[in-house]
C-alpha cells in the first residue's frame, strides 16, 4: 500500500470516529502526493491548488448535499478566498504547519454548507468527503488500493473505495447518487 492508500485508508477511520482534523491532516498529505504524482515539476502550493481547481464543482457539490452544483466557469469567494486558497492555506497549512485549525475555519461536520460565521469559513463533513473521494477518483491514482474491504459510508450507504481508485467519472457518478439521494448532509 503507498502513501496515498494509507492516509486515505487512515482519513476514513478517522471520519469513521469523528475525528475530522484528524480526517483533514490525512487527506492534506494525500493532496499533496496526488498533486506530485500529476505534476511533478510544480511546488507543493501550486499542485495542490490546481488539484483543488480541477476538482472544485464536486468538491462543492459534495459539500452541500447535491445542493449546490457550480457551472463551468463559476467562481465562489469564501470571505474573499478561493477554495483553493481556502483549503490550503486555512485548512492544509494551519495543520500541518502546527497553527490551531481554529484560529482560520470553523469545523462543523454536519453543516448543510459551507458558510461564515464569527468571521470564518465553516466547512462541514461534506466537503471533507468531497476532498477525499477526489482523490481516489484521480486518474493518477489508478494504481492505489485500500484493504480489501475499506469502504467510506454515505448517509448509511456504503461506497467501497477499492472500485473507485483512479476512476473519477465512476466516483462523481456513484456518490452523486448518494448525495441526491440523501435528504441529509452526507
Given amino acids: 500500500m503507498s502513501t496515498i492508500s494509507k492516509r486515505i485508508e487512515t482519513a476514513i477511520n478517522h471520519l469513521i470516529q ?37 476538482n472544485e464543482k464536486f468538491i462543492y457539490q459534495c459539500a452541500s448535499g447535491g445542493n449546490f452544483i457550480l457551472r463551468k466557469g463559476g467562481q465562489v469567494n469564501i470571505q474573499g478566498k478561493e477554495l483553493k486558497e481556502l483549503v490550503y492555506v486555512s485548512v492544509r497549512c494551519s495543520l500541518l504547519h502546527g497553527d490551531e485549525l481554529a484560529d482560520h475555519v470553523i469545523l462543523k461536520p454536519e453543516e448543510s454548507f459551507i458558510n461564515v460565521e464569527q468571521g470564518k469559513p465553516v466547512i462541514n463533513k461534506g466537503l471533507i468527503t468531497g476532498l477525499l473521494l477526489s482523490i481516489v477518483g484521480e486518474v493518477a491514482n489508478s494504481d492505489e488500493v485500500c484493504g480489501p474491504n475499506q469502504k467510506l459510508v454515505i448517509d448509511g450507504n456504503d461506497i467501497l473505495i477499492n472500485n473507485l481508485w483512479g476512476n473519477i467519472g ?6 452523486e447518487w448518494l448525495i441526491l439521494s440523501s435528504s441529509k448532509t452526507i
Avoid at 494525500?30 to 504524482?37: E, I, P, R, V, Y
Avoid at 465512476?170 to 456518490?175: G, W
Fill in 18 to 54: 469523528k475525528d475530522y482534523e484528524n480526517a483533514l491532516i490525512q487527506i492534506s498529505v494525500a493532496l499533496d502526493s496526488t498533486g506530485k504524482k500529476k505534476w511533478t515539476a510544480k511546488k507543493t502550493g501550486p499542485r495542490i491548488k490546481d488539484f483543488i481547481k480541477e
Fill in 170 to 175: 465512476k466516483t462523481k457518478k456513484e456518490s
